[in-house]
């Protein structure tokens, strides 16, 4: 799965120049937390509702209301925004996205059509991935199982479960609390969770938990 395929789009962008109060409203009218700051149709920036928001006066200030509006009207995006961005092209795969997220602890990355913004990638829109991955809104037998980490697990495992009339709904492996296992998350529908128990014991090294879900 690619990254131009999930992001946002058309996205939201804002110029350096609003104050800072313009972008903020816009931010909550539109629900989004971070938006891409464009000048002459090229990123400058980024901002996020974090940015206004330290930005603006705490709620404890000794100034007036007037005063404040004042100050604020002064406080413009290119005052507050990341300069430094980083970014990614509609053909980058979307685990590479995320991988870039977690590293630099950040919630979102405009996505690049040549030089130009095209969309925006979120922590948001990877959740929503996630949830597919794992089928969270589909009912199944989910399973949590330890797996030998050996050529030929995954094929017999999933050869048995489809042999017994199984479907998957979800698949995902992770890694094992020791170098040689793997982790297995699924989900099947079509079997019951004591024939699936049955099916997978001889071919794993523990079961961890199976239930039926959502």
Do not use: C
Request: net charge neutral.
């Amino acid at each position: 799965m690619l990254v131009g395929k999930r992001m946002k789009y058309p996205v939201i962008t804002v110029p350096p120049d609003m104050p800072i109060v313009e972008a903020l409203n816009l931010m909550k009218r539109e629900r989004i937390r971070r938006t891409p700051v464009v000048k002459d149709g090229k990123l400058v920036g980024i901002i996020s509702d974090k940015d206004l928001l330290n930005a603006s006066p705490s709620p404890a200030t000794s100034l007036s209301v007037w005063e404040m509006n004042y100050l604020l009207s002064k406080i413009l995006v290119k005052d507050v925004m990341t300069k430094k961005v980083l970014t990614v092209g509609e053909d980058t795969p979307i685990e590479e996205a995320a991988r870039i997220m977690a590293d630099n602890k950040i919630g979102g990355l405009p996505v690049m059509r040549g030089e130009h913004v095209a969309g925006i990638i979120t922590e948001t829109d990877l959740f929503k991935i996630f949830l597919e991955l794992m089928g969270a809104r589909e009912m199944g037998v989910r399973v949590t199982a330890v797996i030998p980490d050996a050529v030929g697990t995954l094929a017999g495992l999933t050869g048995a479960i489809a042999g017994a009339s199984g479907d998957f709904v979800a698949f995902g492996q992770f890694s094992g609390d020791e170098s040689d296992t793997r982790l297995l998350t699924f989900k099947i529908k079509g079997l019951e969770s004591d024939q699936v128990k049955e099916i997978i014991t001889p071919l794993v090294r523990s079961i961890v938990d199976v239930r039926t879900s959502p």
